[in-house]
């Protein structure tokens, strides 16, 4: 039974963010997007096909440390291969932050078990 | 060959759940450092946290266990131990100083300034023992930074920051921090900020003057990815200062650069306390923390009082500059650093007591492997196939390692450092030239320390061969009734009882 909890860096109350998460597993993979104030996803899917997306949405961000608690209870090991940006206009100011995750919760070492892809942006619409 | 690098985080567990509770242990900071550890895998860098008051970890690595966190001689023990298990290509010190102290190394210049101590992480950069003296780590090899929280705060959020900035950082090109740039001086020191300033962004047109300027920057000046300050500081004071005579206006203050800065920002700081992580107990947090809350990539400053030479370049002014140059040319923060530390060595050797405060005292803030800055092509652009652009970074890096571990040994041999002796003589003559020295800069109630000249082997038998064996005396004085500047130094070079050379140093 592995479970890892990511910190989301940046994504801060009062901006607004969106939201993919993906899975082609065969264990089933529980997805929790929470911060202090508020739950956004809790999510369930065990499936090899990708299609459909585990979780799709977007909100304002309500609280701190918005962060993703990933749990596959059939795996030994949560492996995470990251990337967390900064959208930044060009004079050097912050418009955003962007944020994607690759887990591995096996052995084949193809980090598409749980694909999640979030950004957030200071301006919504 | 590993086609990895190897980054470790050092922090105390125990002291981290203290000072931040365990809620936010395991709700805010193990998770955050998961993160880290994700991204750095995407840049083919193994990062692996380690406790040293874990007695298990410490084991298996066949280090001493760091049983009270505030002890110095454990925790330098105990990274030794780590460094020499692991052989990381960069180490990262988690927290501020009440999570992992600095060393407290003897300040050679306390005859003058008064601080006894000089709080620094320039040990945990030399595979040198535990010491209390500066002389015994003029030879540093390791790339090591400290991801800093705020001092005595509860909350992570300091902490936080610095670590998210470490998980977002993507290098941009060089020229993003050339241009535009910042950089600050008191306007009595503008001659010596011009020639910094110029050797680092290779004009000086954008160079501030306080007074008049500052402290309400424009956002744009704010927004500027280098800052450059050649200041008066205070101890656990949030502002800098300028100086025009005996006025010493508000330069630059945390207050108005909170939330100001550009994430992934480079700032150096010449200031007195520059470097300081005081406890701010619920006031304004220091200008150094502010900058790293604000997103900044690396920030060099000094701990305690600093110094620089009224005329020309020297101690703070060379290793600052030294430190944004490499970074500007694509190093990382910790690596920039011990190139700094290197070439402020290479370039003073014989050292006297205020190059070796120092060396001690400029430390560096941000993780080890922040990189803010494009690396010119490497070697992957000549197109050996077969290899990938990521195996030959790599190798360049152990490379680039190899090298400046070489230096760093090749340092303690071949540099010279000029030791107090209290029990050397001056003759009366040469007594009466140095206070008539010293009475020509003004330096009231001069003081005499002499130091001959020692060193390494290499040194010795080149000093022996040459027959350029020196003594440096330091004449020092205080002006008490002044608020910033007060303690000056004047490093006259005797050879033969022939004053060969003489320059004024004045605390920033």
């Known amino acids: ?35 202090s104030a508020t739950t956004y996803v809790n999510a369930s899917k065990q499936s090899t096909s990708i299609m459909p997306a585990l979780a ?33 206009r060009p004079d050097g100011s912050i418009a955003g932050y962007g944020f994607n995750l690759n887990i591995e919760d096996a052995t084949d070492q193809d980090y598409n078990d749980l694909y999640i892809s979030m950004t957030a942006w200071k301006s919504k619409g | 060959m590993p086609n990895v690098s190897i980054k470790v985080i050092v922090s105390n567990k125990g002291a981290l ?16 450092l998961t993160t880290l550890i994700g991204t750095d895998q995407g840049r083919f860098i193994q990062t692996r946290i380690v406790y040293p008051d874990d007695a298990a970890t410490m084991n298996t690595l066949n280090a001493p266990v760091v049983a009270n966190p505030a002890d110095e001689r454990q925790n330098k023990a105990a990274i030794d131990g780590v460094y020499n298990a692991l052989n990381p290509d960069y180490l990262d010190i988690l927290g501020a100083i009440d999570i992992i102290p600095m060393q407290s190394l003897i ?9 006894a101590t000089v709080p620094s992480d320039l040990p945990y950069a030399c595979a040198q023992a535990y010491s209390t003296s500066v002389n015994d780590f003029i030879g540093p090899t390791r790339v090591i930074a400290r991801i800093a929280g705020i001092t005595g705060d509860a909350s992570p959020a300091s902490l936080v920051a610095s670590i998210n900035t470490a998980c977002s950082l993507q290098a941009r090109p060089a020229a993003k921090y050339q241009n535009p740039y910042f950089a600050l001086s008191a306007a009595v020191w503008q001659g010596s900020s011009r020639t910094s300033t110029t050797n680092i962004f290779g004009n000086a047109n954008a160079l501030q003057l306080s007074p008049p300027s500052g402290p309400n920057w424009t956002n744009p000046q704010m927004l500027s990815l280098t800052h450059f300050v050649n200041c008066h500081g205070g101890d656990h004071d949030p502002q800098w200062y300028g100086q025009n005579g005996g006025g010493f206006p508000v330069a630059e203050s945390a207050q108005l650069v909170a ?4 994430h992934g920002g480079i700032a150096a700081a010449e200031c007195c306390y520059g470097g300081q992580l005081y406890a701010p107990n619920g006031g304004q947090a220091g200008l150094c923390n502010t900058y790293l809350m604000n997103g900044a990539a690396a920030f060099c400053g000094s701990t305690n009082i600093a110094y620089g030479p009224a005329n020309g370049q020297g101690n703070a002014d060379l290793i600052t500059q030294y430190f944004l140059i490499d970074l500007l040319n694509g190093a990382s923060a910790g690596r920039a650093m011990l190139q700094a530390r290197q070439k402020l060595v290479q370039t003073t050797s014989p050292m006297n007591i205020y190059d070796l405060k120092t060396l001690a005292q400029f430390n560096v803030f941000g993780s080890s492997s922040n990189t803010p800055v494009q690396m010119a092509a490497h070697l992957a652009a000549k197109g050996i196939t077969g290899t990938s652009d990521a195996e030959v970074a790599i190798a360049e890096r152990k490379d680039r390692r190899r090298q400046l571990m070489v230096r760093g040994l090749e340092l303690l041999t071949s540099t010279g450092i000029a030791e107090h002796d209290p029990n050397h003589r001056l003759s009366e003559a040469l007594r009466n030239r140095l206070l008539a020295l010293a009475d020509e800069h003004g330096i009231p109630g001069a003081g005499i320390q002499s130091c001959p000249v020692v060193g390494g082997s290499n040194f010795l038998l080149a000093h022996s061969l040459t027959q350029a064996s020196d003594t440096i005396h330091v ?27 003489s320059e004024l140093l004045l605390s920033k």
């Open chain 1, 1 to 35: 039974m592995a479970t890892k909890t990511f910190l989301v860096p940046n994504f801060s109350a009062g901006l607004f963010m969106c939201w993919d998460m993906y899975t082609q597993a065969g264990y089933r993979i529980n997805v929790t997007l929470k911060d």
């Open chain 2, 17 to 32: 759940i203290n000072l931040y509770g365990l809620n936010n242990f395991n709700q805010v900071i193990d998770p955050s």
């Open chain 2, 259 to 262: 939330g100001k800065t550009a």
């Open chain 1, 56 to 88: 799709e949405g977007n909100s304002n961000i309500n609280g701190s440390n918005l962060q993703i608690i990933v749990d596959i209870p059939q795996s030994s090991s949560i492996q995470p291969s990251l990337n967390a940006y900064t959208i930044a």
């Open chain 2, 475 to 501: 004449v020092h004085g205080t002006k008490p009734e002044a608020t910033f500047g007060k303690y000056m130094a004047l490093i006259v070079r005797e050879r033969g009882g022939i004053v060969i050379s």
């Open chain 2, 107 to 115: 300040n050679p210049a306390a005859a003058n300034d008064g601080e």
